[in-house]
């Protein structure tokens, strides 16, 4: 049986390992062309060679087959790797279509699933013990039955391995998110006497270390689709082998709040494509990097955002672990119960800041608005937002003060910080607002209503 030793000793030997093999990979990517040229969505301005996920496969199969039992669940979930990994070395060199790389990750999920790396039964608060596992769904000649459980785990692999995937979009952003994520994880699985889960976690989290080596922008390697599908699926094998498998009712909530980061991204970006009508699967700039680029953060101040964010809720999840606020029979320790709710509060407001700033484009827009109200130009057609309304967007943001606008006097009003009342302020924060150049107005464009 694997231990906490196994678990640093396998964090170690990742780590190390993919941080030795990145190299070999960046010349084997650039023989064989799979190389990332900048275009409209990318962050990065030099052409960079992918495949740097091979080097973390490589690092998780060796350290796996050291550190963990050799049984048939160990097996299967390696070769799940694999397959998930050549999948992504497919789409680095010639980019699949959606649907060819969607039933590629089923595949590999049902590897695991199959041989019994299922969620069978978990805790919700409230509604007691479910169990999924007991529903039968169809009985295939040849296969088994199949359950509502092993359903449910394939379609939660191949979830997670998107939203991983799709935050990959800025250098170091997913190896580093993993990194805290299965870092966390192995803690909880550990602390849960998952021990397979926990070594594993740590593997997980050691290879995206040694990985952060050559990624962290500016970046000389990326690790493709390749890698970033590989650690997504690595991330749900743990969560359902770690954090799912306990009677703990918090145990659902483990993996969400690690994984908050990524599944926030992909939710509104999926539903912004849903809202205009567009395929789901289909790229865009909308992203929570791509929003930030956008407002002009540089590349390592925009993960070190979401890398803040993401230990804030890994720190949330690991409080809920071991906090000792409850007695687990209704109990509240108020002492406890008080720090519990302090990180709670912690938690939410940082999130709430945060989204708050990665709404910035509709908060300028607004301003722009109002702005133009303000100076009697609402009736021309709206402009690119002007310099100075930017500029004072993006102090409100920086101070945390909001502005509005004065319905009688038309004045922008803001929080003082230094007294707390309310003080007149100009857009920018206290230069003098010059009115546009006057222009010409125009029919609206009715084209395709």
Known sequence: MPDTLDALFGFIFAGA??????????????????????????????????????????????????????DHETRAILAGAIVITAVGVVDDLVDLPAG???LGQIAAAIIPVASGVTVDSFTLPFLGRVDPGSVQLFDPPGIGAIDLGQMLTVFGIVAVANVINLIDGVDGLAAGVCLISAGALAVIALSLDRNAAGVLAAVTAGASLGFLRHGFPPASSFMGDTGSNLLGYLMAMITV???????????????????????????????????????????????????????????????????????????????????????????????????????????????????????????????????????????????????????????????????????????????DPDTGEMEAVEPDGGEEVSRPPEQPARAPDTRGS
């Not at 062309?33 to 060679?49: F, V, W």
């Not at 770690?242 to 599944?263: E, M, Q, S, Y």
């Not at 029979?329 to 119960?337: E, I, S």
């Not at 709670?344 to 908060?363: C, D, N």
């Open 17 to 70: 390992a993919v941080w030795a093999l990145v190299p070999a990979t960046e010349s084997l990517a650039v023989r064989i062309g799979a190389i990332d040229y900048p275009n409209e969505r990318s962050l990065h301005e030099d052409p960079t060679p992918k495949l740097g996920g091979i080097a973390v496969l490589a690092a998780v199969l060796i350290g796996a087959t050291i550190f963990l039992p050799w």
């Open 100 to 102: 060819l790389k969607l």
């Open 241 to 415: 082998q770690g954090a799912l498998k306990t009677n703990a009712v918090v145990a659902l909530f483990f993996p969400l709040a690690i994984l908050a980061v990524p599944i926030l991204d992909t939710g509104f970006v999926v539903a912004k494509r849903i809202k205009y009508r567009r395929p789901i699967y289909r790229a865009d700039t909308e992203h929570f990097h791509h929003r930030m680029a956008r407002i002009g953060f540089s590349q390592r101040r925009t993960i070190a955002y979401l890398y803040g964010w993401t230990l804030i809720l890994a720190g949330l999840a690991l409080a809920l672990r071991f906090v000792p606020y409850t007695d687990n029979h209704g109990n509240f320790d108020p002492l406890w119960t008080a720090v519990m709710a302090a990180c709670l509060v912690a938690a939410g407001v940082a999130s709430f800041r945060l989204l708050a700033a990665l709404e910035i484009l509709k908060l300028l827009k607004v301003r722009n608005r109002q702005w133009r109200r303000r100076l009697g130009l609402a009736q021309i057609p709206e402009a690119p937002v002007e310099p100075q309304v930017e500029q004072g967007v993006l102090r409100e943001i920086e101070t945390g003060t909001f502005s509005v606008i004065d319905p009688e006097t038309g004045e922008f009003t803001a929080v």
